[in-house]
């Protein structure tokens, strides 16, 4: 394709009016001016935050809650604005956010917090008691109050709490400033497999978000909507659908949200002016979709040859599918690709696992004498996971593969 129609190519995609005003508003980064149906959490927050416009330090706080209730938009709100109070009345004040799922070592933190003050340091190869020290000098080079808000902290501790522990300690070896921490969890349980000292020190005070309903996720994309579409662009029944999806998701808004820019995605593709109830269904799809996609492409070879048994099953006849028949299925698959074979129980393990993904439904069912066993039916698009299976080499060559069933299998 040469330059000429390349170019040619976009114009006619720009002539195309975008449905969108600001499409940033709908992602999880933004952080809105008003967040409705969270007022008492932002009351809880702030004051505990408080102290730190007095110069004291505040207490270390934990916020726990499912995905998509909010933790992060409130906790980033209340920073903002205690920064802004604490320029006005000239106190200083500073609000570290760090996100624990990417930034998820000791020394990866704690270089991140010192760069976050100035000091030069490599994201490698020091001592982490080296790192430490020069944030610890850093922060204490002044009369001030750091926050830290330590997002997705349930990541960070998987790989030790030592940095935690310092961080809760660091109070008593400075001089001028205060620190003070916020640690933001999806996992209620995350604190059991803290050092005791550290669970103490960290959860100084809980504040747990609720799940929204679906009028309350309604009321917050009526909010983003004004902002990140054109004035009617939008069906009436596409905001209270995406809530319904939403709630039945334990009223997740940023899945709602998603859902909601995704339809406009899909509509403007489709060169339409105006977003409808099945741009919304095409977008649950795609997302779901996209979701278990990710998940498949991420297991083990093991579980990815116990769910092709499945599949392979399913395309045999077979609507609801055994633990037994699937074993024998996957002894097959194991032999053609040379790979250890597992015992029974350990493939069931591995089915039970698929369950709790969301990829497969197991049910245990009584055979009467015979015992129980789990009826196995598929939850998930059979061609987009048969792709993503056969992505893996190891898979790919039994893309062909047909199973010798044994005769009690049609029963």
Sequence with gaps: MDNGSLDGLFEELLETESLFKNKEVLRPAYTPENLPHRSNQINNIATVLVSALRGHTPSNVLIYGKTGTGKTAVARYVGIELERKSDHLNVQCNVLYINCEVIDTQYRLLANLAKQFGEDVPMTGWPTDQVFFRFKEAVDSSKQVIIIILDEIDKLIKKGDDVLYNLSRMNTDLKNARVSMIGISNDLKFTEFLDPRVKSSLGEEEIIFPPYDAE??????????????????????????????????????????????????????????????????????????????????????????????????????????????????????????????????????????????????????????????????????VESTKKVLLEDYRLNMLADFKPVLTAQMHL
Excluded at 228 to 252: R, T, W
Excluded at 305 to 317: E, F, I, P, Q
Aim: charged share 30%; net charge neutral.
């Design 216 to 381: 309350q996720i309604s009321d917050i994309l009526r909010q983003r909507a004004a902002i990140a579409y054109k004035e009617n662009s939008m069906d009436d029944m596409v905001i209270p659908l995406c809530s319904a999806f939403a709630a039945q998701e334990h009223g997740d808004a940023r899945r709602a949200l998603d859902l909601m820019r995704v339809a406009g995605e899909i509509a403007e593709r489709e060169k339409k002016n105006i977003i409808e109830e099945e741009h919304v269904r095409q977008a649950q799809e795609k997302i779901e979709v996209d979701r278990i996609v990710e998940v498949i492409r991420t297991l083990p070879t093991q579980s990815k040859l116990a769910l092709y048994s499945v599949m392979l099953l399913r395309n045999n006849g077979h609507r609801n599918v055994t633990t037994g028949e699937v074993y024998n299925v996957y002894r097959q698959l194991c032999r053609n690709v040379d790979t250890d074979i597992l015992t029974q129980r350990r493939v069931t393990d591995l089915i039970s696992e698929l369950d709790m993904l969301g990829i497969l439904n197991a049910i245990v069912v009584s055979k009467g004498r015979y015992g129980r066993t789990k009826e196995i039916v598929l939850s998930v698009p």
